[in-house]
């Protein structure tokens, strides 16, 4: 079964409204990361948050992380249509560097 | 910068043929994985390595053979190729444990 596991399936904006994802995982983790991928295109990384903090912002990213709920969520604000994309969380486990990845939240940003 | 790169892009196989699939990466990355992505799964980790000749299992490996002597090349093998591998197949490298990993672009296998 799968460590990270995202919600929504799929969510549906207009550009300037905000767009949140959440991830749950089962396990301990090093860290939780968020990537993006373009139809047809590799992932992208976008944000990495270690099991010790909370919260973390990356331009109109934020990610927060509750490790005695193991979920985290991701916020991007104002959102545009280009944002349109697959979002995915990945958990490394702790002390190890094995990386596994949720099904995913498809993002459509109608303009 | 070359960064991550897999061969071949798309390849169209026959039931019980053997397939290998290339990656390079150009950065000396010590970590390497494997994934797959089909709809609806997401991306399911096939194998991984930490450096040359360390190689693990991942979720999905049955089937599978990989291979890491040299840091650089990190090869897929199917050994007897079958539909339900039928799939997109990501290579991916990164730097230290736990730090962000870098994809390459793909390679969509068909098994017929």
């Known amino acids: 079964s799968q460590q990270g596991e995202e919600d929504p399936q799929a969510l549906s904006i207009q550009e300037g409204e905000n767009a949140t994802m959440n991830c749950s995982y089962k396990?301990?983790?090093?860290?939780l990361q968020w990537y993006r991928q373009n139809s047809g295109r590799g992932l992208v990384h976008l944000i990495l948050i270690r099991s010790n903090e909370r919260e973390k912002h990356s331009g109109r990213l934020r990610v927060t992380l509750d490790t005695s709920k193991k979920s985290s969520s991701l916020l991007i604000t104002a959102s545009r249509a280009a944002d349109t994309a697959s979002y995915f969380c990945a958990t490394v486990n702790t002390g190890g560097f094995k990386t596994i990845f949720g099904a995913g939240t498809r993002l459509f940003v109608k303009a | 910068d070359a960064g991550i790169t897999q061969s071949p892009r798309y390849k169209i196989t026959e039931t019980g043929r053997q397939v290998t699939l290339m990656c390079h990466q150009t950065?000396?990355?010590?970590?390497m994985f494997w994934y797959r992505q089909d709809l609806g799964h997401g991306l399911r980790l096939i194998y991984y390595s930490a450096a040359a000749d360390i190689t693990d299992k991942g979720e999905v490996s049955d089937g599978y053979v990989v291979s890491r002597s040299k840091t650089e090349n990190f090869p897929l093998t199917l050994e007897s190729a079958t539909r339900s591998q039928t799939s997109v197949y990501f290579c991916a490298s990164a730097g230290g444990s736990g730090n962000t990993i870098y994809f390459g672009e793909g390679s969509w296998l068909t098994v017929v």
């Open positions: 950065w000396s990355h010590s970590y």
């Open positions: 396990t301990s983790i090093n860290n």
